[in-house]
Nanobody, 125 residues
Framework: QVQLEESGGGLVQPGDSLRLTCATSARTSRHYVMGWYRQAPGKEREFVAAISANGVNTDYVAFVKGRFTISRDNTKSTIYLQMHSLKPEDTAVYYC??????????????????WGQGIQVTVSS
C-alpha cells in the first residue's frame, strides 16, 4: 500500500476550472495504476479517470470526457486531475486511488490497493 493525499479542492462556480493533486508516498509510483473516483451525497463511489503506470494510457468515464484530464509526474510521485467546465453535478468528494501493477500500460484501477482520504469539490453559483 501507498499513502495518498489529495489537495486542491474547494468551492467554484459552474464553468470554472480546478486542479486536484494527489501526492503519493511511494518512490516507486511508476509501478502503480493511479485513478480518481468521486462520491456525491447519497450516491455510491464512482470511477472518474485512470492513468497507466507509465503515463501512456488514460481512461475516463463518459460524463467527464473532454472536460477532465488525468496526468502524472512520476519524478514527483504526483497525480493530477485537471477539471474544466465544471457543473453542479460534479460536486462530490474526490478520492485518489492506487493499484499495484506489473503491466505499465494498464489502466485497471478497480479493487484499488490504496485510497486517499478524499477532498471536497463543490460547484455552485
Amino acid at each position: 500500500q501507498v499513502q495518498l493525499e489529495e489537495s486542491g479542492g474547494g468551492l467554484v462556480q459552474p464553468g470554472d476550472s480546478l486542479r486536484l493533486t494527489c501526492a503519493t508516498s511511494a518512490r516507486t509510483s511508476r509501478h502503480y495504476v493511479m485513478g480518481w473516483y468521486r462520491q456525491a451525497p447519497g450516491k455510491e463511489r464512482e470511477f472518474v479517470a485512470a492513468i497507466s503506470a507509465n503515463g501512456v494510457n488514460t481512461d475516463y468515464v463518459a460524463f467527464v470526457k473532454g472536460r477532465f484530464t488525468i496526468s502524472r509526474d512520476n519524478t514527483k510521485s504526483t497525480i493530477y486531475l485537471q477539471m474544466h467546465s465544471l457543473k453542479p453535478e460534479d460536486t462530490a468528494v474526490y478520492y485518489c486511488a492506487a493499484r499495484s501493477t506489473t503491466n505499465v500500460y494498464s489502466t485497471y484501477v478497480r479493487a484499488a490497493d490504496s485510497w486517499g482520504q478524499g477532498i471536497q469539490v463543490t460547484v455552485s453559483s
